[in-house]
């Protein structure tokens, strides 16, 4: 087994209502029933932008624009380190419905429902820095 971290990308979608999407943890994954910004492992060769795009349409069929790098976070999980990047995107087109490949639910919260949601992220840094670009 080897002692590498495990690289992931998580991805904060904003709509044009300043609005962003979380997606809840299904029960049979690590992390059961938690939320989450949506996003996953990065893949041989593959930047980390191509893995939000990716991972972003494999999850939930979004087609997405990556905007923004938020920044990284290590974090400690079941013995395993993984390394975090987080991004902001955008909607190709507005009115895209999405669908859950991975998770049992996903919404569209405003900044100020952030709270009332179990996110295993939510002591993270990055977290100042998401409210902080949703809120400009």
């Known amino acids: 087994m080897s002692n590498k971290p495990v690289v992931a990308v998580g991805v904060v979608i904003i709509d044009h209502k300043k609005r962003f999407l979380i997606a809840k943890r299904a029960a049979d994954k690590p992390m ?12 041989e060769n ?4 191509a893995c939000g795009v990716r991972e972003i349409k494999e999850e939930l069929e979004l087609d997405i624009s990556i ?3 938020l920044g990284c976070e290590k974090v ?4 395993k380190e ?3 990047h987080f991004f902001t995107a955008s909607l190709n087109e507005a009115e895209q419905e999405f669908v859950l490949n991975e998770h049992s639910d996903a919404r ?10 179990d996110f295993p992220a939510g002591e993270l840094g990055i ?6 670009v949703i809120e400009e």
């Open 108 to 117: 569209w919260l405003a900044l100020e429902e952030l709270n009332t949601y």
């Open 82 to 84: 993984f390394v975090l």
């Open 32 to 43: 059961p029933d938690k939320w989450e910004f949506p996003g996953g492992k990065l893949e």
């Open 46 to 49: 593959e930047s980390l932008e």
């Open 67 to 69: 905007e923004l790098y």
């Open 127 to 132: 977290m100042h820095k998401i409210k902080k």
């Open 76 to 79: 400690l999980y079941q013995h």
